[in-house]
């Protein structure tokens, strides 16, 4: 008896550690019912008229995309429809935790559960050499042009 409440107890341990780095894909569309329209910052929209939603389509016009090569950069992640291109998730992290209202009006709350605040660093995860057509990146300069702040 005392050794099954062990082995238990171990198991438990164990799967709270897997699930607490667990957050999973979810993709855009999840984020477009909270953060569309012009209360809202038109954050969705601009981020469809941006460069980053049509990154896939991209890599279509070039017939490469089924090129994992390729696909690395230019979707969010292989486990959401790749048609959307680089998503909300490719800059702000995994949804599945932090997109639940209660989470994501406080900030702390959602920051625990996966939300990032891109800097520089998330960009040049695909803003560097290995992108066949790169030629620089100035993080000031180019995160102007995908701007979709509407706190500040
Ligand atoms: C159920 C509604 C809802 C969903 C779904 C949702 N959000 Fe939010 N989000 C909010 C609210 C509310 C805020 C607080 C700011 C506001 O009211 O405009 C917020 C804030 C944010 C912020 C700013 C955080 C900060 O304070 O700096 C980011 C970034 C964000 N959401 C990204 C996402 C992404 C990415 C998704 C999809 C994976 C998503 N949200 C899904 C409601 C939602
Ligand atoms: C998951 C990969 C990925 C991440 C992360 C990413 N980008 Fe991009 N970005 C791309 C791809 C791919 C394109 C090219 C899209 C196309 O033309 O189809 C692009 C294009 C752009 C462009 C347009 C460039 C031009 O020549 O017109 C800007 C501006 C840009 N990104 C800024 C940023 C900024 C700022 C960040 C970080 C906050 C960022 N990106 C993060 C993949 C990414
Ligand atoms: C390391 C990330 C990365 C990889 C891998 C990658 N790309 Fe890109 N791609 C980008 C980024 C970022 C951009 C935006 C322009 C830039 O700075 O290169 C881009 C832009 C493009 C563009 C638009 C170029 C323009 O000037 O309008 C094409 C076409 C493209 N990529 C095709 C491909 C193809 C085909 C592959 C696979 C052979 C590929 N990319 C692999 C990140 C990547
Ligand atoms: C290429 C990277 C990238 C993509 C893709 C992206 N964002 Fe952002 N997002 C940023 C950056 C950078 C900021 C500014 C962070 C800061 O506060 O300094 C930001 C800020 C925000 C904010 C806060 C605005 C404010 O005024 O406080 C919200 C909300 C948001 N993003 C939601 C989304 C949603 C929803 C999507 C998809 C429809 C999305 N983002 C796609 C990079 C991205």
């Known amino acids: 008896m005392k050794r099954f409440f062990l082995i238990a107890v171990c198991f438990m341990v164990v799967v709270s550690m897997v699930h607490a780095g667990d957050f999973t894909y979810v993709g855009a569309k999840k984020c477009k019912m909270c953060h569309k329209g012009a209360k809202k910052g038109e954050v969705w929209e601009k981020w469809e008229k941006g460069p980053h939603a049509k990154a896939f389509e991209t890599l279509k016009a070039k017939g490469e995309e089924k090129n994992p090569k390729c ?36 900030k702390t709350k959602a920051m625990e559960s996966g939300l990032i605040e891109p800097a520089e660093a998330v960009c040049k995860k695909c803003h560097n050499e290995k ?7 100035k993080f000031d300069e180019w995160v102007k042009k995908i701007d979709h702040t509407y706190t500040k």
């Open 131 to 137: 992108s066949p057509t790169f030629k620089g990146f």
């Open 71 to 106: 696909l690395e950069c230019h979707v969010t992640n292989a486990a959401v429809d790749p048609t959307e291109g680089v998503g909300c998730e490719a800059c702000h992290g995994p949804g599945s935790v932090y997109k639940k209202m209660s989470i994501m009006k406080d």
